[in-house]
């Protein structure tokens, strides 16, 4: 591979500046803006759709770009808080004395084996005085997330909304008397935050006929017909979720969870009529019945690879609950929360981060701490975030480990964290973990010594970093940083030596922008946007996330 630049004309200092490189991104656009309204979903057939299910989604019967439309916020947002808060808060990891380990605090009720009715009881004393939605929803907006998705219900049955359709809620059963998800829908409407539903539709440990994973029912107040709980509980307290926050403009999505067997094809079917009567509320491949729903959710984890083709959100801890448990203190670093929201992006993907309030209506200090610090990164860098598309690069950021197994028992990604790349047409952004481990200037073979090489590559503007670190000591607490202001502009020949000829094919079909940069003969514009590693968060507590 020849590397031309020297002779390229427009790799020249003045492409540093913010603004040259802006002007570049508008020229691209211009340029491939026949592209970008191409769909990436296909069309269901009608008989993919129609045979499996007895009721359509309503996204099934849309044309492309009207499908399109639909998820456009969803797709851009890229973050957003989940919020899982209900009666365990009150328990708080601890029951009879005895603390929960290894199991989330809103599961207690289930792996205790405590009785409906002791469960039940919790409602008399649950009283979250300081719960203030416009706080909340401000620290999100801080936070810089798009979207937030609160447990409406989850499996214990109890309804943090008003319900008439079951009393077992939080206005009629508790002093509070108030309804959280009608104060959050005001404040998310006012500060213009999208609100999605948690919905526990199958596993209900309070309902006769509620379905209880691992171990099944364990209280005899359990046993009941499922369809009959589907009909009289969940219908209608879906519809009630679905009408009783419009004039707030919510939900804009309803999230379901833990689907069993009982969630037959046809009882499925009837939730979707229910939710087809909303056609804007989006809903997560959670539901059951065979329903795909409109976003993959894995959980806990990124996938190596993301969906290619797909909607998909990581949903994610901050420290190991979803549910507060006050003895969890294993909280993830604002380095790796932010490192995996970046590799997330740079897989086309959302990252939807949990936290948990306790009983009082607080959402723990060290969990705000963490969403304001990815906050101050995004306000800086969310151009590198929002709205972006996966990166142009096939580099891998991992490998397969050969020892280490995944849940499945296949083998697990061990993702490396160098760099992750994200785009908009014409605009490639790179955020760098891992500053290069070597002195190094603005020339051809010096500028990235270790694993990161993008021959050809050129710093501007011209200076030397030096970085004063020894191999194999931690990388992050002392290596020099790029500030933003800084690029890396890349020609078209050095970009093919990360794409080359035969691998184009691969590449046409995620990030045909790039691959349209290469043909056109024209600089493709670097954005570096790392500035937040400058400060030191939370060293002795890193723990990295596959
Ligand atoms: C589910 C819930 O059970 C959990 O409480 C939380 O709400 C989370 C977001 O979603 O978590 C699951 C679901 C499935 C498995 C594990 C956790 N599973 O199949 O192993």
Redesign the pocket.
């Known amino acids: 591979m020849t590397l031309k630049n020297d002779s390229n004309p427009r790799t020249f200092p003045g492409l540093a500046s913010r603004g040259l490189a802006a002007l570049l991104a508008v020229v691209f656009a211009a340029t491939f803006s026949g592209c970008h309204s191409t769909p990436k979903t296909q069309p269901a057939t009608k008989t993919s759709s129609t045979a499996q299910h007895p009721v359509e989604p309503i996204k099934d019967t849309m044309t492309p770009a009207q499908r399109d439309a639909r998820i456009a916020w969803w797709r851009q947002a890229r973050f957003g808080m989940f919020i ?1 808060w209900g009666l365990y808060a009150e328990l708080a990891g601890t029951w009879n004395g005895k603390r929960l380990e290894n199991h ?1 605090g ?2 207690i009720m289930n792996r205790d084996r405590i009785p409906v009715a002791d469960y039940k009881k919790l409602a008399a004393t649950f009283d979250p005085t300081k719960f203030n939605a416009d706080q909340w929803v401000a620290m999100a907006k801080a936070s810089g997330v798009k979207y937030i998705v609160i447990t409406a219900k ?2 214990d049955g109890f309804a943090m909304f008003n319900s008439a359709a079951n009393k077992f809620n939080i206005v009629d059963a508790t002093p509070f008397k108030r309804d959280p998800l009608k104060a959050l829908a005001i404040a998310c409407h006012k500060q213009g935050i999208k609100l999605g539903f948690y919905y526990s539709q199958d596993q209900d440990w309070t309902a006769p006929g509620g379905a209880a994973l691992r171990g099944g029912h364990w209280d005899k107040a359990q046993d009941g017909s499922f369809a009959e709980y589907v009909h009289t509980k969940v219908i209608p307290q879906l519809k009630e979720l679905l009408n009783n926050y419009q004039g707030e403009d919510a939900p804009d999505e309803i999230w379901f ?2 689907p069993t067997k009982d969630m037959t094809p046809e009882l499925a079917g009837e939730i979707v009529a229910v939710l087809n009567k909303h056609p804007n509320v989006l809903w997560n491949n959670r539901l059951g019945g065979g329903y795909q729903g409109d976003f993959e959710t894995p ?1 806990q984890h990124i996938p190596a690879q993301g969906y290619p083709g797909k909607n998909w959100e990581t ?1 994610m801890t901050i420290n190991t609950t ?1 549910g507060y448990k006050s003895f969890d203190t294993d909280f993830k670093s604002t380095e790796t929360l932010l490192q995996n929201l970046i590799d997330i992006a740079s897989k086309g993907g959302n990252y939807l981060l949990n936290v948990g309030p306790d009983a009082t209506g607080v959402i723990p200090k060290p969990e705000r701490d963490r969403m304001l610090a990815i906050g101050k990164w995004l306000k800086v860098n969310g151009d590198a975030i929002y709205g972006t598309q996966p990166g142009p690069f096939t580099d891998q950021h991992g490998a397969y480990s050969t020892t280490k197994k995944d849940r499945k028992g296949n083998p697990r990604w061990v993702p490396v964290w160098d760099w992750r790349a994200t785009a908009k047409p014409g605009t490639v952004y790179v955020s760098i973990f891992e500053w290069p481990h070597a002195t190094f200037s603005q020339s051809n073979q010096g500028i990235y010594a270790g694993r990161y090489k993008p021959q050809g590559a050129q710093v501007f503007p011209k200076r030397e970093w030096h970085h004063g670190e020894a191999a194999g000591q931690s990388a992050r607490s002392n290596r020099q940083r790029p500030s933003a202001a800084d690029r890396i502009v890349i020609d078209k020949d050095s970009l093919a030596v990360h794409a080359p000829q035969s691998a184009q094919q691969v590449q046409l079909q995620r990030h045909d922008h790039a691959v349209r940069v290469l043909e056109e003969h024209i600089v493709l514009s670097i954005d570096i946007s790392i500035d937040y590693l400058a400060e030191p968060t939370h060293p002795a507590t890193e723990k990295k996330e596959d």
């Open positions: 899982h989330p809103e599961w989850h499996h969870d833990t959980e949903c979803w």
